[in-house]
């Protein structure tokens, strides 16, 4: 006795979850206002909206550059009680395409944090002297005010528990402009 499977006859296979970096977005160049990373592990991405506050918000001007994207848990709330937040920040330099700048806090003023803004215990963890990272701009186009890259750090709280965060990607159309004074 002969027994065939024709292929029509399997079953049909599930669809793996992604993984974590899989949810990030991709590492693009076209200003497509877009961030995301790894906080410990998980990924992180821009959720929600605060009131008069965009999120993500990218800004360059000259010698200042801020990026912060936020999960908003509370909208309802203009405190933004429950919302986590992760920011890159340098000033005092003309940052240039194909550069890497570490981030730590001195008097360089390039740094990491990681905030939770909560009614009973707001933390914040920032880079410092030991606990470092890295900001590298793989794009920056002043006349179109596009700017990509990628960012990693480790940053700790006042009571020393750290968090990581891994595999930082952003293409996003700044405010502001980076024009020479």
């Not at 990030?24 to 959720?47: D, I, Y």
């Not at 890497?100 to 939770?116: A, E, R």
């Not at 590298?136 to 990628?150: A, C, M, Q, R, V």
């Amino acid at each position: 006795m002969f027994i065939s499977c024709n292929k029509d006859d399997q079953a049909p296979q599930p669809t793996p979850e992604p993984t974590e970096i899989d949810k990030l977005p991709p590492a693009t160049q076209t200003g497509a206002n877009k961030v995301g990373c790894l906080l410990n592990g998980k990924a992180f991405l821009p959720e929600g909206q605060l009131p008069s506050s965009s999120n993500p918000y990218c800004a360059y001007y000259h010698d200042a550059f801020v990026l912060v994207f936020r999960i908003v848990k509370n909208e309802d709330n203009i405190t933004g009680n429950g919302t986590e937040s992760i920011g890159v920040y340098s000033t005092d330099i003309i940052l240039e395409e194909n550069n890497t700048y570490s981030l730590k806090m001195d008097n360089t003023n390039h740094f990491g944090v990681y905030s939770i803004i909560s009614r009973t215990n707001s933390q914040s963890y920032e880079t410092n002297e030991d606990h470092t990272g890295e900001l590298h701009i793989t794009k920056l186009d002043k006349e179109k005010n596009i700017i990509s890259g990628t960012f990693w750090f480790d940053a700790v709280n006042e009571q020393g528990k750290k968090v990581e965060i891994r595999e930082g990607r952003f293409d996003m159309v700044f405010e502001g402009w980076a024009g020479k004074v």
